[in-house]
């Protein structure tokens, strides 16, 4: 009778482990941006001299075509807890690096969690945030890209009809099949529907909100100071560097927080003596823009080239201590 019953369960629980089988077969080879950049990081470690920190205002801002043997590594989401994390990893590979952008946006003091993210960083850095990632999650991939994100990709992978596979984690307004060139992927054109007011007043209040119920300003400055320190011992200059952002939804965002977040910045770079390159207020158009906080292919090689032109200047002024 015991034998009978076990026949039965195995029999209907077999089709049930062989989808989840298949699930975590797609979930591991299925490339994402993280595994992209870090594959290309590691391709290009003898030659970097230039590399991107931050969230996605940096991964979106910064093209590695406009300067010279430069790495975008910043992704999505990213925290300054992870860019600190993702250096101490790969630094010692890095054995050209003269230089390390550092973005730093409204937020980027205020937060250290990527959410559902915090796993897919996991995946490609095997960096474990604060020791707090569910066990299941972190040894099952369909459950940490999670169903719904990978039935999403699929469907996206069979409209492209391509050869190449797309990234699990394409965010919309990304062209989805392009080849990253060191670590950079952009937007395309602009999401004419987001320039709206209502639209920016939820933007802003959103981060807004993020930054008045935080209580990590302590933690995730300790992460910066210990960064910098870092760069420093290596003889690598940090640069601290805010993006533009479109002026409409500058002015909804909390003046107060801005200015608290001037007085930490010049805290920062007076402790540490290292410049800080404020583009924040750049005046662009929407043209340049995809939403309102996000520059276009257009608008990141302008900018680009607007940083590349002020880092050769500075290149200039500068003595490395091996040269």
């Known amino acids: 009778m015991i034998n009978f019953f076990l026949k039965k369960t195995l029999i209907f629980l077999a089709p049930i482990l062989f989808v989840l089988a298949v699930f975590e077969f797609y979930s591991r080879s299925v490339p994402s941006n993280y595994s992209y950049k870090k594959e290309g990081l590691l391709k290009s470690k003898d030659s970097i001299q230039i590399l991107f920190l931050g969230n996605s205002h940096s991964a979106y801002a910064f093209n590695p075509k406009e300067f010279r043997n430069a790495y975008n590594i910043a992704q999505v989401a990213q925290s300054i807890y992870f860019d600190k994390r993702i250096l101490v990893n790969y630094i010692e590979d890095l054995k050209e690096l003269k230089f390390v952008f550092i973005g730093i946006d409204f937020h980027s003091f205020y937060f250290s969690d990527q959410n559902q993210r915090n796993y897919w960083s996991y995946y490609s850095y095997g960096i474990n945030y604060k020791d707090r990632l569910n066990f299941w999650k972190k040894n099952i991939y369909f459950l940490g890209y999670s169903p719904r994100v990978l039935m999403k990709n699929i469907r996206e992978q069979f409209k492209l009809n391509s050869g190449s596979k797309r990234a699990v984690d394409v ?153």
């Open 171 to 323: 965010e919309n307004g990304v062209v989805p099949n392009v080849e990253l060139y060191n670590g950079f992927f952009s937007f395309i054109g602009s999401d004419i529907k987001s320039f709206a007011d209502s639209t920016y007043a939820k933007r802003a209040s959103y981060f807004n909100e993020l930054v008045a119920q935080s209580t990590e300003l302590n933690s995730v400055l300790k992460d910066l100071d210990e960064l910098l320190l870092l760069l420093k011992t290596k003889n690598i200059k940090p640069i601290l560097i805010t993006t533009p952002c479109y002026a409409p939804y500058r002015g909804k965002l909390n003046r107060a927080f801005l200015n608290r977040n001037k007085w930490i910045v010049d805290s920062i770079t007076q402790r540490h003596n290292i410049p800080y390159w404020n583009y924040f207020e750049l005046n662009l158009d929407s043209t340049f823009y995809y939403n309102c906080d996000h520059l276009n292919i257009k608008g990141a090689s302008m900018f680009s080239r607007l940083v590349s032109t002020r880092l050769d200047s500075l290149k200039n002024n500068i003595h490395f201590g091996d040269e």
